[in-house]
């Protein structure tokens, strides 16, 4: 028999009050019984024979009232969760559990939900227009330079580690390489490294720790012809071009994306659009944890997470409501290619999609 419900909503946040009669809470204790029952071995009974206050005993009577309380609960919240129209966002949290054995239970779910927004029609926006995308000769310049050195010959050398070397060192079987003052604290620490000797090398915080070094390396760069071939360009020009090409495409499609993050920021400014708590927190303690940043970054990464899920929430919406959600095979072929995770995949396209159909709704301004 279901549990009976009763729903309290927000905006953007819902509440579901559940209650477990007694009838069902006594036919689920039944179930709970036989499954400990096959899973509990009591010495002198064959599996799932032994008496019931014998069994209770050896599982232990309170242990067995809390796992019970458990197997109902998740049962109650599943049911419950399934009769959900709206899209459920955040983990939902049990609450406020009431457990009266042979009587009832009751508890409560609280989750976020996607924001109920209308959207304007029309939307009404203006955005400034937004200057060319620019490339300059510095940026074709350092992008040569690179080029060049990623093409270039490393030679052995027997001597020390001299400014502008590669010096490769290992601790236990992993391997790495860096380049003798380089950016950063540890192209410092390769200057003077030998190969054969043992250094002591340490990140921007934490001890240092030692590491072998495997070998060290003079960087021979080639002639720009040289270059040039090994990207399969027929003369230096050519590739100074082809370089140009790619950093205004590049630029122009950091553009576009800065134009529909700010298409999409005016949109939910105008909307009065907020990020559901429940979901901001949830996601907050997740980052923390995957990247390992003390308490102190919390403000910064909370500021920064509640701006780029209010745009995910908007696109989300604007999708549904436009008819512009990609099929699941269309991610699925395009993840396959780009080889990257579908749920990245379907919320890029989500993102470009909606803001493009912002921005062919906004008026621009000089």
């Known amino acids: 028999m279901n549990p009976s419900t009763r729903t309290e909503s927000t905006n953007c946040e819902v509440t579901v009050h559940i ?17 400990v029952a096959e899973e509990v071995r009591v010495p002198g009974f064959r599996q799932g024979k032994a008496p019931r206050d014998l069994l209770l005993r ?15 609960v998740r049962r109650a919240a599943k049911e419950a969760l399934a009769r959900v129209s709206e899209e459920i966002l955040s983990t939902p949290k049990v609450e406020g559990v009431q457990f009266r054995r042979g009587e009832a239970l009751t508890f409560r779910l609280r989750f976020a939900v996607l924001p109920r927004v209308n959207l304007p029609d029309p939307l009404d926006l203006s955005l400034p227009e937004a200057p060319p995308a620019e490339v300059t000769e510095a940026d074709v310049e350092e992008a040569l330079a690179r080029l060049r050195r990623d093409a270039a010959v490393l030679e052995p050398k027997t001597g020390p580690a001299e400014q502008g070397d590669v010096v490769q060192f290992r601790r236990g079987e992993r391997v790495w390489q860096g380049e003798v003052g380089g950016e950063g604290r540890l192209g410092r620490q390769l200057l003077g490294a030998r190969a054969g000797q043992r250094v002591a090398l ?11 070094v495997m070998g060290v390396y003079k960087v021979v760069l080639p002639t720009l012809a040289e270059a040039a071939a090994h990207y399969g360009q027929e003369s230096w020009e050519g590739l100074r071009e082809e370089v140009r090409q790619e950093l205004v495409r590049q630029a122009e499609h950091r553009q576009r994306d800065e134009e529909r993050r700010a298409a999409l920021d005016a949109l939910a400014d105008r909307l009065g659009l907020e990020v559901p708590p429940l979901l901001l927190a949830e996601r907050v303690e997740e980052e923390m944890r995957a990247l390992g940043l003390r308490r102190e970054a919390k403000d910064e990464l909370e500021a920064a997470l509640k701006r780029r899920l209010r745009r995910e929430l908007l696109a989300q919406v604007i999708a549904r409501r436009q008819g512009l959600t990609p099929n699941r095979e269309e991610v699925r072929q395009l993840a396959q290619a780009l080889g990257r995770e579908e749920g990245e995949v379907e919320g890029r396209l989500l993102f470009e999609r909606a803001a493009d159909w912002v921005l062919t709704q906004t008026r621009r301004s000089a």
């Open 19 to 35: 209650e477990v009669s007694s009838d069902t809470l006594r036919a689920q204790e039944e179930e709970f019984l036989k499954k």
């Open 58 to 72: 050896h599982y232990g009577e309170q242990a067995f009232l809390e796992d019970l309380r458990d197997y109902v």
């Open 202 to 212: 340490s990140g921007e915080s934490g001890p240092s720790q030692d590491f072998e």
